[in-house]
């Protein structure tokens, strides 16, 4: 498709650990250049709208963990689902915006708490991650973008272990001036 993607690491994955991988979500590209920013195996934790998707809903369904926002025993079940996916040796990602904000002018949306409830819950450090180029090459709006290197900066970890939930917002809002940062050095 015409995309280079090139990776600034400041900590590497250790292979055979589990993490939370975190990252902005601006494009349609996201999830495959996640597939290429972690060479650890991982399911992700997604809307499970995308399911009737044609094509794409078939393999979606296959590597994630899906879960109906509005319905509290869904979102109760990622917990069990994930628990199970952590002890297999895998790890999570997540999208914290729950989606693509429609602004243009929003450079990165309000993080939601599920992954960083998850993280504490499981004792995994959280990867921040920010894909600093793929809302140019690749929108969600038709006829935009084109061809280029798509950078990702993989962040230092931040540790959970020995935290509780009333740590949450805390790690949710670190997360998230991290990425935020990085995406503001570009303007």
């Given at each position: 498709m015409g995309f280079f993607p090139t990776?600034?690491?400041?900590?590497?994955?250790e292979k055979g650990k589990s993490y939370m991988l975190v990252a902005n979500h601006v494009s349609m590209a996201d999830i495959m250049l996640m597939l290429r920013a972690s060479r650890n195996p991982f399911v992700f934790v997604g809307k499970k709208e995308l399911?009737?998707?044609?094509?794409?809903?078939?393999?979606?369904?296959?590597?994630?963990?899906?879960?109906?926002?509005?319905?509290?025993k869904s979102r109760s079940g990622v917990f069990k689902r994930a628990q199970a996916r952590l002890n297999q040796g895998l790890s999570i990602c997540i999208f914290p915006e729950g989606g693509v904000p429609i602004e243009e002018d929003i450079v990165l949306d309000r993080f939601k708490d599920g992954a960083f409830s998850l993280a504490i819950d499981h004792q995994i450090?959280?990867?921040?991650?920010?894909?600093?180029?793929?809302?140019?090459?690749?929108?969600?709006?038709?006829?935009?973008?084109?061809?280029?290197?798509?950078?990702?900066?993989?962040?230092?970890?931040?540790?959970?272990?020995?935290?509780?939930?009333?740590?949450?917002?805390?790690?949710?809002?670190?997360?998230?001036?991290?990425?935020?940062d990085c995406l503001l050095e570009e303007q």
């Open positions: 990776f600034e690491k400041e900590q590497k994955l399911v009737k998707l044609p094509v794409f809903g078939f393999f979606y369904r296959k590597v994630c963990i899906m879960v109906d926002r509005s319905c509290t450090p959280v990867v921040p991650m920010t894909f600093r180029d793929n809302k140019k090459r690749f929108p969600f709006e038709f006829c935009k973008g084109g061809p280029g290197r798509m950078r990702v900066h993989i962040h230092r970890f931040l540790d959970t272990e020995g935290k509780d939930l009333s740590c949450k917002s805390q790690l949710r809002d670190q997360t998230r001036k991290v990425i935020l």
